[in-house]
């Protein structure tokens, strides 16, 4: 059974950095599309950045759009999210998730929920002030 399983979260001062790892566990991961999500308590599930299968391509969220990097190694079957000059607004549980989609450059587009068919436990990110 394909697991994705996420790790990097952590409490952090604004202003700093975290590096977030995804693991997917299965052989396709070279075939998809990947996207990291983000939900704060009480708030609906936020689309935060996507990567092309091939890694050539990403797309963002307009809240983290120069502060935040999506990269991925296919090699080692792993997806990542640099986050750098973190706000106490970033701080929610991060969700990696796959994308059976054909991949938009449109965040509206990319960023549906509905086109990930598979997610991970997701880790928590706190940025303290």
């Known amino acids: 059974q394909v697991q994705l399983v996420e790790s990097g979260g952590g409490l952090v001062q604004a202003g700093g950095s975290l590096r977030l790892a995804c693991a997917d566990s299965?052989?396709?991961?070279?075939?998809?599309?990947m996207g990291w999500f983000r939900q704060a308590p009480g708030e609906e599930r936020e689309f935060v950045a996507a990567?092309?299968?091939?890694?050539?391509?990403?797309v963002y969220a307009d809240s983290v759009k120069g502060r935040f990097t999506i990269s991925r190694d296919n090699a080692k079957n792993t997806l990542y999210l640099q986050m750098n000059s973190l706000k106490p607004v970033d701080t929610a549980v991060y969700y990696c998730?796959?994308?059976?989609?054909?991949?938009?450059?449109?965040?509206?587009?990319?960023?549906?929920?509905?086109?990930?068919?598979?997610w991970g436990q997701g880790t928590q990110v706190t940025v303290s002030s």
């Open positions: 998730a796959r994308s059976r989609s054909l991949f938009s450059r449109s965040p509206n587009v990319q960023g549906r929920a509905a086109s990930y068919d598979l």
């Open positions: 299965g052989r396709t991961f070279h075939s998809y599309a």
């Open positions: 990567i092309r299968w091939s890694g050539d391509v990403t």
